[in-house]
């Protein structure tokens, strides 16, 4: 669709992520011009699998690229919420093909890569320029322009950082050293060939059928799926730590040794996983943080993405609130007219997202705090409440509660455009 009045822009994104390709992708289907800078020397993801929820797939839908990534998914029929201790099943969300029939797309996992390769195919055949080993160095947000490690110097009419949770391009923005932002909790992540989980009668379960099995815990977490296409099983493990870290580990550290230890007293099936594996990657998690800031003053600038917004993990909610970004700025920059209106639309955007972003922080940060309570009448509360009640309102699994689902799901992202667009011209 052509740009009402034939208004084509120039737009420079920093970082090739998911955000990066999503937004580059939504903007190009209006006809304007797109590229992308990025600083590896290649379009890569980091990690093996991720969560798409149906308010991400509608994003993907959208985009026009939900069938390409659902045909190198897997679609999980249920999520089991387990007891740390023992693996009781506390309570089970259905999946499949529920979602789909309730919200009008599925709940999808998949291999990050596969997915950035969906987007990277995309952008490509909508003529956006790809440039990697391009690490910016300085931004002119009144230019707009950026600088790069190479010396070059890239102009445009509108810039977007979308650099991930260590964002420079915050840092640039409001002053904010990225060092200063030192995370609490460490990600440990497995990867182990479903076929080994399916020679053990106490794993199997894990990888058929297609499930999230999920583990509640004091102070951590643990999520594990099955990326079928890959032929591996993810394993994620969450756990916080007492002070603020990073991934740096003295010599001799074995990550698999302190996980036996970490995860020593939880279920047993649990300890077998950590046990069949060969290696473990791990890193500091970001805390989830809403920057103050995300567009600058000279309305030329917008940080997207984990850039603005980085979101704690309880809800499966970053690449899809990721998504959303992309889409809801791909639309307002179909509606502008006059290049004198980018400001304008880019603080529509910070006005609407920021809301819907703030809602969503909001119930994960207290589902964080329910899941991970300690041992105690709290958590045998919770618990007693998660296996006998019906969901409602408050339930302890996000997944099943209908408040919950029904501000992730059914949000309309044309009609909140809409509204906000309307407002504008009425001048509002």
Known sequence: MQPEGGLVLRFIIVGGGLAGLATAIALAQQNHLVSILEAQESFSQIGAGIQLPP??????????????????????????????????????????????TDYGAPHLVVHRGRLLGVLLQKAEELGVNLHTNCAVTRIDFDSPAVFTNDGRKFTADVV??????????????????????RPRKMVYRLTLPSHVLKMHED??????????????????????????????????????????TSAQRGPGFDAITELEETFRDWD????????????????????????????????????????????ATYLAQSAAQAFEDAALLGELFARIQSIHQVGDALRIFELVR???????????????????????????????????????AGYANPYSDPSVRKILYEYDLIADVDLAWKRYERGG
């Not at 990534?69 to 259905?94: H, K, M, W």
């Not at 794993?203 to 102070?219: D, F, N």
């Not at 290696?279 to 103050?292: D, G, H, K, N």
């Open 354 to 392: 920021k809301e819907r972003v703030a809602s969503i922080a909001r119930v994960s940060e207290i589902i964080g705090e329910i899941g991970e309570l300690e041992d105690g009448a709290l958590q045998q509360e919770r618990d007693r409440q998660l296996k006998e009640m019906t969901p409602s």
């Open 160 to 181: 977007i950082g979308a650099d991930g949770s260590r964002s420079s391009c915050l840092a640039a923005l409001d002053g904010t050293s990225i060092s200063q932002r």
């Open 203 to 244: 794993t199997v379960h894990l990888v058929s059928p297609a499930k999230i099995t999920y583990w509640m815990g004091p102070a951590a977490h643990v999520v594990c799926y099955d990326l079928t296409h890959d032929g591996v099983c993810n394993m994620v493990l969450i756990k916080n730590m007492p002070e603020p």
């Open 268 to 311: 047993p099936v649990l300890s077998h996983v950590i046990k069949l594996a060969d290696t473990v990657r791990f890193w500091p998690l970001q805390q989830a943080r809403i920057a103050e800031k995300w567009t600058h003053e000279g309305g030329k600038f917008v940080l997207i993405g984990d850039a603005s917004h980085t979101m």
């Open 55 to 100: 308010n991400c797939c509608k994003i993907l839908k959208h985009l026009g690229i939900l069938e390409s990534v659902r045909q190198l998914s897997t679609i999980p029929q249920e999520i089991d919420f387990l007891s740390y201790r023992n693996g009781e099943l506390l309570c089970r969300t259905a999946l499949a093909p529920d979602t789909e």
